[in-house]
T-cell receptor, first 114, second 112 residues
């Protein structure tokens, strides 16, 4: 079975500070990993994804994530937070061969303080 | 113009009534999905649809639910007899062969 754990349901940072949102997964096969962002009353927007190849993945809005197999992690980072980054962030995984359904984590709400 | 349009954006229905949620992808894709998000909870997979048939479904997707592409364009989710616990945001998603999922903006279903 596959699962996703996002540590910290709420994260608060100051504008300009480093953003670090944590995601750990469980999988018996090489996973496909995703980060989505959800702004209030909106749908899910893909930030970035890892399927194969380079383990450091760059996404939109200055976000990036690194796949670390040894740590079963896919943490999301951004060097400098902006007020517009305030949103809910979801990590998701596909970790079963032949499946395409995404399994989502419970989400992390990011607050950015001025 | 969004790649995936969902209608309606908000629907209120009485318990026991049937509802149909619609999804219109702007271009042809291989896979279609429905997910739901109960208020304050995580996004949950319901069903995926490929080549005009269900390819995967979750435990949530019981006999009360059905999906179809009636005209080769629209992709619909039907809930036959709604329950209070069906109240949620329902998202349609599409993807090609590269796991590039695109989600619609959702339909908020409120069962009263």
């Amino acid at each position: 079975a596959q699962s996703v754990t996002q540590l910290g349901s709420h994260v608060s940072v100051s504008e300009g500070a480093l953003v670090l949102l944590r995601c750990n997964y469980s999988s018996s096969v090489p996973p496909y990993l995703f980060w989505y962002v959800q702004y209030p009353n909106q749908g899910l927007q893909l930030l970035l994804k890892y399927t194969t190849g380079a383990t450091l993945v760059k996404g939109i809005n200055g976000f990036e994530a690194e796949f670390k197999k040894s740590e079963t992690s896919f943490h999301l980072t951004k060097p400098s937070a902006h007020m517009s980054d305030a949103a809910e962030y979801f990590c998701a995984v596909i970790a079963d061969t032949g499946r395409r359904a995404l399994t989502f984590g419970s989400g992390t709400r990011l607050q950015v303080q001025p | 113009e969004p790649e995936v349009t969902q209608t309606p954006s908000h629907q209120v229905t009485q318990m026991g009534q049937e509802v149909i949620l619609r999804c219109v992808p702007i271009s042809n894709h291989l896979y279609f999905y429905w997910y739901r998000q109960i208020l304050g909870q995580k996004v949950e997979f319901l069903v995926s649809f490929y080549n005009n048939e269900i390819s995967e479904k979750s435990e949530i997707f019981d006999d009360q639910f059905s999906v179809e592409r009636p005209d080769g364009s629209n992709f619909t989710l039907k809930i036959r007899s709604t329950k209070l616990e069906d109240s949620a945001m329902y998202f349609c998603a599409i993807s090609g062969g590269n796991y590039g999922y695109t989600f619609g903006s959702g339909t908020r279903l409120t069962v009263v």
